[in-house]
């Protein structure tokens, strides 16, 4: 039994081969090298910028202490405000007020 293999060129590339009146394409390693380290680039570059583009929370761990006490990290206390007449729209439709600490 022989085996007939006539190679296909397309230019100066073989893209293929027929062998006994089958086409078996030819595996072109270096463009599918390229694509791969193509594809690795920019799935490095968005990881990188999601990265870049991702906000630090505003405060630390939340921890509960003893008795119900919660401990915030990384956080000051809230400047206090006092209550204001100029209010949004929907807090005056929902009939909500601001919190204020009394002294």
């Known amino acids: 039994m ?8 397309r230019g100066d590339r073989e893209i293929g081969a ?3 009146g089958r ?5 072109d390693a270096t463009t599918i090298a390229v ?16 990265l870049a583009l991702r906000r630090r929370p505003a405060i630390g761990t939340v921890t509960m202490g ?5 401990s915030l990290k990384r956080t000051g206390r809230p400047p206090l405000r006092a209550a204001s007449t100029n209010r949004p729209w929907w807090a005056h439709l ?3 007020h601001r919190l204020v600490e009394q002294r």
Do not use: E, K, Q
């Not at 022989?2 to 060129?9: D, E, L, S």
């Not at 086409?23 to 595996?27: L, N, S």
């Not at 003893?66 to 919660?70: K, S, V």
């Open 23 to 27: 086409f078996v394409p030819a595996v």
């Open 35 to 50: 694509a791969a380290l193509a594809t690795a680039t920019v799935a490095t570059a968005a990881v990188a910028a999601g």
């Open 2 to 9: 022989t085996t007939t293999v006539t190679p296909v060129r």
């Open 18 to 20: 027929y062998i006994d």
């Open 94 to 96: 929902l009939r909500a």
């Open 66 to 70: 003893p008795g119900g006490w919660i």
